[in-house]
C-alpha cells in the first residue's frame, strides 16, 4: 500500500511506474511536482521510476483556474 | 538570397564586426547594439548572428517584421511597438532591443561586418539554406 | 456604409498630458444625462492607497453613489481604469482594463476585467479612467479623441446598430478615416442582450492587424452592460496615439524590458510542452476538469461526462485559426485570446452572415456547454457569438440555463411557461431560442434574463416552486451566478466562490487542487491564509492593468525547486520589478499584499454601504457543497459512504439515502461555518464579516465617512 498526498491509499503492485499511478489516477494537469520519500522525480523519468511498496508519494498540481 | 556566412577558423577575434555594425546603424561603438555577436569558443571564435529564418515574422502583432524581395528579415520601424515577442521567440537568440528607441534590430547582411573584418572570417553569399551552418562556413 | 449624422450634445477639449511612469494624472467624469464633462485630478493618495485599475474605480465609485443607490439610479455610474501598468507591452498579459458599477444582478459593486485596447489607449490618450454617470434621453457615445485633445458627447442617429459586432464596424466607419485610424481606436459596446436582461456585458474591441478585423474581449460578470445600455451608452470610443513600446514613459525601462524578454523566453519554451496556451487557449481545461471530476454537468450535478472529449481542447485546436498573434493586448505570446474565423451563423437574427467567434474559451465551454448537458461544438459556438454579440454574459447565461433546465426537468417549469421551448439538458435549439428571446425581449427570455436568484422568486412565487429546493440547486450567491468548476469536495474553494465581494467567480481564488487534489490545506487555519494570500495577489491584478494567466499558465520548470511552488515566486517577482520599473515606486512583496487590502477591505465596507456585505451575504447554495438530489449521491456513492465512516464514524449500511445526505449536509454545512470563523479572523474582519475600525486605520483607509459605516456595525 501506498499513499497519495498523506490521505489517500493505494494498493501497491510490483513494477508499478509513477506514470501509471498518475494514468490511474487521472492525474493527467501538466504542471505537477511528484515526489517519492520526498525526492523529487524529474518529470522525464516518470516512466522508468518505480514506486517502492510503503512509499509516501506526493503529487502537487501547482494551482491554475483563469 | 544573400546573407551573411561567418568562418569561424579565419575568425581572431578583433571584433571589428561588432563595432562596425553598431557604428553603422546606431553611431556608437557600444557593441551591445551590434546585430552580429562574437563568442570566445573553447577554441577559437563563434559568431551569432541572423540567418533571415523568418520565424518572427508570425509572431509579430503589428506586421513589423516582413521578408523584403531579396527574402532578408526586416523591421518596419513605424509599426515596431517593442513588445518584445520576436526577441523571446527567434530560436537563435539573435533579436535585439534598443532600450533607448524602444526598437527592435537585427542583422539586414548588409556587409558592412564584412568589409571591416581583417581576417575576411565573414563573407555575404548566395544560398537558400537558412540554417546555423552559416555560422560555421569552411575555409574552402 | 457611409457616414451617418451624429449630433453632438457636449464638447470638453483637453490638453493631452505626458504620461508620468504609467499615470496620465487625471480621470475623466462624463455625465451623459446632463451634457457635464470634466476632467478630475489623480492625487498622490489615490495613487499610493488605491494605484489604479480596479482601485481607481471603486474610489471613483465611492464618490460618485449614495448609501441607497440602486443600480438603475442615474447616480450609478460606469467606471473603466487600466492601472499604471497596464499599455506596457514587454511583459505577457499587461494591458487589462478594469470596470465597474453597481451591480443589477448583486446590488453591490461589481468589477470585471477584459483585454483589448481601450484601457491603454484611453490612458495614453490622457485618462487614467472614465467615470460616466447619468442618463441620457437618446442613444449616446462618448468619444475620448486623444490626438484631437476632445472629448465629445454625440446623440446617434436611429440607424446606429446595437449588437456589438455590427455596431464595431458602424463605428469604425464613422471614427476611421483609414487603416492607421482603424488601429487606433477602441470601442466599449454592449448589445441588445443587454437592454433586456440584468446579465448584460461590456465588450472591448481591439483592432485584430493580422485579421484586419474587429476582436472583442467581455468584461462579462455582474451585468455591468445592463448599467451601460440603461443609460442609453451606445458606445464609448477613444482614439488613441500609435502605440509604442514606451507610451507609458516609465521610471526604469531596462528593468523592464529585462524580465520582459525572460519571460518572452520563457513562454516560447516551456508553453508548447506544457498547457499549449498559444494553441488552444484556456480550452485545454475542459477535459482535466473532468478528469479530475470537477467539471461541471447538468447544473452542478456531476463532474464528468462521456461525452466531453467532443469538446475537450483538440477539438477546439482544430477549430481555432492556428499561427496568429492572438495577444489581447501587444506583447502578450500566452495569446490566449484565440478565435474561430468565418462561422456561418446558422439561428437568429444574423442567420446566414460569416463572422469571426472571439474563443470560446474554458469558461463559455463549460458554462453553456457540459453545465447544460449540450456537448455540440456548433451550439457552443453559436451560443458563444450571440452571447457576445447581445452583449450577454456567457457564464450567467450557462449557469442560468443549467439552472432552468434542471427547473424544466424537475417540473417546475413546462412548455406552458416557458412558451412552448422544451428545456431538457441538452437541447442546445431551445437554449438558443431563450437567447434569441433576450435579444428581442420578449417571451421566458425576459424572465431568464433576471438572473438566477430572481427567476428563483419568480419560479416560487408564480410557478409554485419548492424553496428550499430552488434555493438548494440554484447556483448562485449575492446574486451573481457561479463560474465553472464544481467545489463539493474543495472546502477552500466553496469559500473561495462565497467569501468574495462581488460574488462567486474564480477572479480571487482557485483553490481546488491545493485542498481537494494536493491535501495542502488540512485545517481551517490553513485555508484561511490561503483565502487570505490568494485573493489578494490576484486582486493586485486589477490594479495594475495586468492578466492572471501568465502568472500560473506558464512556468518554468525552476519553479519546482522554490520553497512555496504555489506562489510562483519567479513571475511574483517579475511583476515587482514591472511595478517598479513603470511607478519608480519600491516595493516589497508585503506591499503587494497591504495594496491589495486597501481595495479590498475598500469594497466590503461600499457592499456594507450599499446594505450587504455581511455574514449572511456570504451564503452559499448547498449545491456548491454537497450532493442536493439523491441521484447525485448515487453518483459518487462509494466515496460519500466511505466519507461518512471515515469524517463522521457512522455506518452507511445502516442508513436510508436521505439519512445519508442529511448527516453530509449538516457537516459540510457546519464546515463552511468553521471555514467563515476562520477566514473573518485571518482577514481582520469581526465575526459578522465587518472590517474593524482598527484594520481600516492600519491600513490607511480610515477615512471619515469609510470609517462611519462600519461603527454602525459593530
Known amino acids: 500500500m501506498i499513499t497519495i498526498n498523506k490521505r489517500q491509499q493505494v494498493t501497491w503492485y510490483a513494477g508499478m511506474t509513477v506514470q501509471a499511478l498518475l494514468d490511474a489516477l487521472k492525474y493527467s494537469y501538466p504542471h505537477i511536482i511528484v515526489t517519492i520519500n520526498g525526492d523529487l522525480v524529474k518529470h522525464d523519468a516518470y516512466e522508468q521510476t518505480t514506486v517502492p511498496d510503503e512509499a509516501d508519494v506526493r503529487v502537487i498540481h501547482l494551482i491554475a483556474g483563469g | 538570397m544573400k546573407v551573411l556566412t561567418f568562418n569561424p577558423q579565419r575568425c581572431d577575434g578583433t571584433r571589428a564586426c561588432e563595432v562596425t555594425c553598431a557604428e553603422t546603424w546606431f553611431k556608437v561603438t557600444d557593441v551591445a547594439k551590434s546585430s552580429i555577436r562574437i563568442q570566445p569558443k573553447e577554441a577559437g571564435f563563434g559568431a551569432q548572428f541572423c540567418i533571415q529564418c523568418g520565424q518572427c515574422i508570425d509572431v509579430c502583432p503589428t506586421n513589423a517584421l516582413f521578408q523584403d524581395k531579396q527574402g532578408i528579415v526586416r523591421v518596419r520601424k513605424q509599426l515596431c511597438v517593442g513588445c518584445l515577442s520576436c526577441v523571446g521567440f527567434c530560436p537563435y537568440g539573435v533579436m535585439y532591443f534598443d532600450t533607448a528607441q524602444t526598437l527592435v534590430f537585427k542583422c539586414i547582411a548588409c556587409g558592412q561586418c564584412v568589409k571591416a573584418c581583417p581576417t575576411q572570417a565573414l563573407e555575404i553569399i548566395e544560398t537558400d539554406n537558412v540554417s546555423t551552418d552559416l555560422w560555421e562556413r569552411k575555409s574552402r | 456604409m457611409s457616414k451617418s449624422t451624429l449630433k453632438m450634445l457636449a464638447a470638453f477639449g483637453y490638453e493631452v498630458p505626458t504620461i508620468d511612469r504609467g499615470y496620465a494624472g487625471q480621470t475623466l467624469y462624463v455625465n451623459v444625462g446632463s451634457g457635464t464633462i470634466t476632467a478630475k485630478p489623480v492625487t498622490e493618495d489615490m495613487k499610493t492607497k488605491f494605484i489604479g485599475g480596479r482601485g481607481f474605480d471603486l474610489w471613483l465609485l465611492w464618490h460618485g453613489v449614495k448609501d441607497g443607490t440602486k443600480w438603475n439610479d442615474p447616480e450609478n455610474e460606469v467606471v473603466i481604469s487600466s492601472g499604471p501598468c497596464g499599455g506596457t507591452t514587454q511583459y505577457p498579459g499587461s494591458g487589462k482594463s478594469i470596470a465597474a458599477a453597481i451591480s443589477p444582478l448583486t446590488d453591490v459593486v461589481i468589477d470585471s476585467n477584459a483585454g483589448g485596447h481601450f484601457g491603454p489607449y484611453l490612458k495614453f490618450a490622457g485618462w487614467d479612467a472614465i467615470e460616466v454617470q447619468g442618463k441620457a434621453e437618446r442613444d449616446v457615445v462618448v468619444y475620448i479623441n486623444g490626438p484631437g485633445g476632445q472629448v465629445q458627447l454625440w446623440e446617434v442617429p436611429e440607424d446606429c446598430p446595437t449588437d456589438t459586432h455590427v455596431l464595431g464596424h458602424w463605428l469604425l466607419e464613422q471614427f476611421a478615416d483609414d487603416e492607421q485610424d482603424k488601429q487606433q481606436l477602441a470601442f466599449v459596446t454592449a448589445g441588445t442582450g443587454s437592454e433586456h436582461t440584468l446579465m448584460g456585458c461590456l465588450n472591448f474591441s481591439l483592432y485584430d492587424r493580422k485579421r484586419q478585423d474587429l476582436r472583442y474581449k467581455q468584461a462579462g460578470r455582474g451585468g455591468i452592460g445592463t448599467v451601460f445600455r440603461h443609460k442609453k451608452i451606445k458606445a464609448l470610443v477613444v482614439k488613441g496615439f500609435p502605440v509604442k513600446g514606451n507610451l507609458n514613459h516609465p521610471a526604469d525601462l531596462e528593468r523592464i524590458v529585462r524580465v520582459g524578454a525572460d519571460m518572452q523566453r520563457e513562454v516560447a519554451t516551456w508553453d508548447p510542452v506544457q498547457n499549449r496556451m498559444r494553441s488552444r487557449g484556456t480550452s485545454y481545461l475542459v477535459q482535466i476538469m473532468d478528469d479530475y471530476d470537477l467539471l461541471p454537468v447538468m447544473n452542478y450535478k456531476f463532474g464528468s461526462h462521456p461525452e466531453t472529449p467532443k469538446i475537450n481542447g483538440d477539438i477546439w485546436e482544430a477549430r481555432y485559426t492556428q499561427g496568429l498573434p492572438d495577444g489581447c493586448w501587444y506583447g502578450c505570446t500566452v495569446a490566449c485570446a484565440h478565435a474561430v474565423d468565418n462561422w456561418k451563423v446558422r439561428t437568429g437574427p444574423y442567420k446566414g452572415s460569416c463572422v469571426i467567434v472571439d474563443g470560446p474559451e474554458y469558461e463559455t465551454i463549460a458554462g453553456v456547454g457540459s453545465n447544460c448537458g449540450i456537448f455540440e461544438p456548433w451550439a457552443i459556438l453559436e451560443m458563444n457569438f450571440y452571447c457576445d454579440t447581445y452583449g450577454i454574459d456567457t457564464i450567467s447565461f450557462g449557469t442560468g440555463m443549467a439552472f432552468a433546465m434542471e427547473c424544466y426537468e424537475a417540473g417546475i417549469l413546462d412548455p406552458e411557461k416557458t412558451c412552448g421551448l422544451e428545456l431538457n439538458f441538452g437541447n442546445a435549439e431551445a437554449a438558443l431560442e431563450v437567447l434569441h428571446q433576450m435579444g428581442r425581449g420578449e417571451g421566458f427570455g425576459l424572465i431568464f434574463g433576471l438572473g438566477i436568484r430572481k427567476m428563483k422568486t419568480y419560479f416560487i412565487e408564480h410557478f409554485g416552486a419548492d424553496p428550499q429546493f430552488v434555493n438548494d440547486i440554484g447556483m448562485e450567491a449575492k446574486g451573481l451566478e457561479y463560474s465553472e468548476y464544481l467545489t463539493k469536495e474543495s472546502l477552500a474553494q466553496q469559500g473561495g466562490y462565497g467569501l468574495t465581494n462581488k460574488g462567486p467567480q474564480h477572479d480571487e481564488a482557485w483553490l481546488i487542487f491545493m485542498d481537494q487534489v494536493n491535501n495542502e490545506l488540512p485545517t481551517f487555519e490553513d485555508k484561511a491564509e490561503a483565502l487570505h494570500y490568494f485573493p489578494m495577489w490576484r486582486t493586485w491584478f486589477g490594479l495594475c492593468g495586468f492578466c492572471k494567466l501568465p502568472w500560473n499558465d506558464v512556468v518554468d520548470p525552476k519553479n519546482k525547486l522554490s520553497s512555496e511552488p504555489q506562489k510562483i515566486m519567479h513571475h511574483v517577482e517579475n511583476y515587482r520589478q514591472i511595478f517598479i520599473g513603470v511607478t519608480g515606486q519600491e ?55 466511505q466519507q461518512l465512516r471515515e469524517w463522521l464514524n457512522l455506518d452507511p449500511a445502516a442508513m436510508t439515502v436521505a439519512e445519508k445526505m442529511a448527516a453530509h449536509r449538516q457537516y459540510r454545512e457546519d464546515r463552511y461555518e468553521g471555514l467563515i470563523d476562520a477566514v473573518y479572523k485571518r482577514r481582520g474582519w469581526t465575526n459578522n464579516g465587518v472590517p474593524t475600525p482598527e484594520k481600516l486605520q492600519a491600513l490607511g483607509i480610515d477615512y471619515p465617512e469609510v470609517v462611519e459605516v462600519v461603527k454602525r456595525h459593530l
Do not use: K, M
Open chain 3, 587 to 641: 516595493i516589497t512583496y508585503d506591499d503587494i499584499i497591504t495594496q491589495s487590502e486597501r481595495v479590498y477591505n475598500l469594497q466590503r465596507v461600499f457592499n456594507i454601504r450599499l446594505g450587504h456585505g455581511l455574514r449572511d451575504h456570504d451564503a452559499i447554495p448547498y449545491r456548491s457543497a454537497g450532493p442536493v438530489i439523491e441521484e447525485e449521491y448515487h453518483s459518487r456513492e462509494e466515496r460519500y459512504d
